[in-house]
């Protein structure tokens, strides 16, 4: 319980970082940057940025200006914190996985907000990978059958620009980490989210809209490595 308990604070300072990272993106020193209230501009402390707490605490309204804190940010920690509730931090392949997870959230977060992402946030990504290519070798073709319809019908979309390239990209990630079954599952957990939320919103199918999709693959992720 401690354990799950630790994970989730751990995951949820990630996240929060993470979500830092992503608004101060273009900015030159992104990566050590302190947190300001979006409305007031002023530094936070370390006190206002316990993530979760803080939020429940200041009643999601800034300590100084008393300006109403995005409730995305109090999510996004949230979802963070059980992404990396079942990961066992003192395994290498624990480790691997944890900074798979806090690449995919970069990407998660920044694609909702932008509906894009940058892929040198991959990086992580892809260093968590070249750990499993000797995987990649061992694997056989029946393997990757599973992974077929889901491939072909992601490049359909792209080619008739109803997707982009980030969900191909993001999928064959989760192929190469993880397999085909894992992959598929995250999709499938993901468009479940994403159907409910057109449904409880009760959003027009018919209207041509950008939907990010990115974040509900995350989601998706989730609930995969909660399961798992
Ligand atoms: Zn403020």
């Known amino acids: 319980m401690i354990y799950l308990l630790t994970n989730f604070?751990?995951?949820?300072?990630?996240?929060?970082?993470?979500?830092?990272i992503?608004?101060?993106?273009?900015?030159?020193?992104?990566?050590?940057?302190?947190?300001?209230?979006?409305?007031?501009?002023?530094?936070?402390?370390?006190?206002?940025?316990?993530?979760?707490?803080?939020?429940?605490?200041?009643?999601?309204?800034c300590r100084y200006c008393h300006g109403q804190i995005s409730a995305h940010l109090f999510?996004?920690?949230?979802?963070?914190?059980?992404?990396?509730?079942?990961?066992?931090?003192?395994?290498?392949?624990?480790?691997?996985?944890?900074?798979?997870?806090?690449?995919?959230?970069?990407?998660?977060?920044?694609?909702?907000t932008h509906s894009e992402f940058h892929l040198v946030m991959l990086l992580p990504a892809f260093f968590s990978i070249s750990y499993h290519i000797n995987n990649l070798f061992k694997a056989e073709l029946l393997d990757y059958i599973e992974a077929f319809p889901i491939l072909i019908l992601l490049v359909i979309y792209i080619f008739q620009k109803k997707l982009g390239s980030g969900d191909l990209i993001i999928y064959l990630i989760l192929i190469l980490y993880f397999n085909a079954h894992f992959a598929n599952q995250v999709?499938?957990?993901?468009?479940?989210?994403?159907?409910?939320?057109?449904?409880?919103?009760?959003k027009d199918f018919s209207k041509k809209q950008a939907i990010p999709f990115i974040p509900y693959l995350f989601l998706g992720l989730v609930i995969q490595l909660m399961l798992n």
């Open 9 to 20: 604070i751990i995951g949820s300072c990630l996240a929060s970082h993470a979500a830092v």
């Open 22 to 61: 992503c608004e101060h993106y273009n900015q030159s020193d992104f990566i050590f940057t302190r947190s300001h209230c979006t409305i007031c501009h002023s530094e936070l402390s370390l006190l206002d940025e316990l993530p979760i707490i803080s939020y429940i605490f200041l009643r999601g309204r």
């Open 75 to 112: 999510l996004i920690e949230v979802i963070g914190g059980f992404a990396y509730i079942q990961i066992d931090f003192s395994k290498v392949e624990g480790q691997l996985t944890a900074i798979l997870i806090f690449s995919l959230l970069l990407v998660a977060i920044y694609d909702a």
């Open 187 to 202: 999709f499938l957990f993901g468009s479940i989210f994403l159907l409910s939320q057109f449904i409880l919103e009760k």
